[in-house]
């Protein structure tokens, strides 16, 4: 099988899919119009799915205290500090600047103007053959 999506129960799903749009270049495959608010974006090769949603029948999480190790979405990057600079200009939070691992790989953990935890990778070897075709 393979994975359809991710979901996450979000503050503002209108708001973040068009940070998330522009910062990370997704782009909103599906939207609703019902209370949820429901956004799910793409990523750039159209093969990952984040959905971000309001219900009201579901408790908000409360993301600016969450330990970012405990949950968070992680992108690769090619730059790694200028797109960490970069998505702190447009409005995330730093947690952790960019650090090399003892494997080679250099991370970085923001939160977005919500809260929600974001990681930066720039790996030293892709996880999965299918991300180095990035």
Not at 22 to 38: E, H, I, K, L, N
Request: proline share 10%; net charge negative; with cysteine.
């Amino acid at each position: 099988m393979i994975i359809e999506h991710v979901a996450f129960q979000h503050p503002d799903p209108v708001a973040a899919a068009a940070w998330y749009a522009a910062q990370f270049g997704m782009t909103v495959a599906r939207a609703s119009s019902g209370p949820a608010q429901a956004r799910f974006l793409a990523d750039c090769r159209g093969r990952t799915v984040l959905e971000l949603y309001n219900n009201p029948a579901a408790a908000m999480p409360d993301y600016p205290n969450l330990n970012p190790l405990v949950l968070h979405v992680a992108f690769l990057a090619k730059e790694i500090h200028s797109d960490f600079d970069r998505l702190v200009a447009a409005g995330a939070t730093p947690v952790d600047a960019p650090a090399t691992t003892p494997s080679g790989d250099t991370l970085a953990m923001l939160r977005d103007p919500w809260g929600v935890p974001v990681q930066l990778a720039q790996r030293a070897a892709p996880l999965v053959k299918a991300a180095a075709a990035q």
